[in-house]
């Protein structure tokens, strides 16, 4: 009888402050996921805290070898940022660049892997530059970033009501952030391999 291989996403993002809307983005996606029968594990911003990265030595932290275990293990990335002057944060920058790690791989980076992106700010022009950012650096990362992702406008208001609990923006957040994670379930989490993305891009 054939084993069924539960697929495994990895979900990256967040900011130095508890409960950012990032981070609130990053675990409804994951929720998600779940919900289609992966496994999956939480880097938010305080677990990507991380020391500043530099090439010219080998030794890392016992929290950035956690995370780069987690994302050679991963068949798909969910990646959630704020918007910060047009584009990602310094804490997600830092945290992306222990890819480097990841170089030298037989699946080097993100090769291989649905990159889901999430983007959270205040006004959808600096949303939608701050993704388009985003996606180049999936991109750069040799990642395969989901057809569409997800944009999420916050405001004031919208953290007072959050704040009390009101539930009047989680139909659109779960518009938002289903179709990026939606996009992961094709490629990746319905067969759990990795590299079952880059056979059926090389195909078209």
């Not at 809307?21 to 880097?43: C, M, V």
């Not at 997800?150 to 518009?175: N, V």
Request: charged letters at 20%; hydrophobic letters at 35%.
């Amino acid at each position: 009888m054939a084993t069924t291989v539960r697929p495994f996403a990895v979900g990256l993002g967040g900011t130095t402050k508890a409960r950012s809307s990032p981070e609130k983005a990053l675990k409804h996606a994951l929720a998600l996921a779940e919900a289609q029968g992966a496994d999956t594990d939480l880097f938010d911003g305080s677990s990507i805290h991380l020391p500043m990265y530099g090439s010219e030595s080998s030794e890392r932290s016992p929290d950035v070898r956690r995370l780069i275990t987690a994302l050679r293990r991963a068949d798909d990335v969910i990646i959630a940022t704020p918007c910060y002057h047009g584009s990602v944060s310094g804490l997600l920058t830092n945290a992306l660049d222990y890819v480097e790690d990841m170089a030298q791989d037989p699946h080097p980076h993100f090769d291989g892997r649905a990159v889901a992106l999430i983007v959270c700010g205040s006004g959808w022009q600096t949303t939608a530059i701050t993704l388009s950012a985003l996606r180049s650096i999936a991109h750069a990362l040799r990642g395969w970033p989901t057809p569409m992702g997800g944009g999420h406008q916050y405001y004031e208001q919208d953290l007072r009501r959050a704040g009390r609990g009101d539930r009047g923006d989680r139909g659109a957040a779960i518009r938002n952030f289903g179709e990026p994670v939606g996009g992961l379930r094709a490629p990746a989490l319905r067969t759990g391999r990795r590299n079952s993305m880059s056979g059926r891009m090389a195909g078209c």
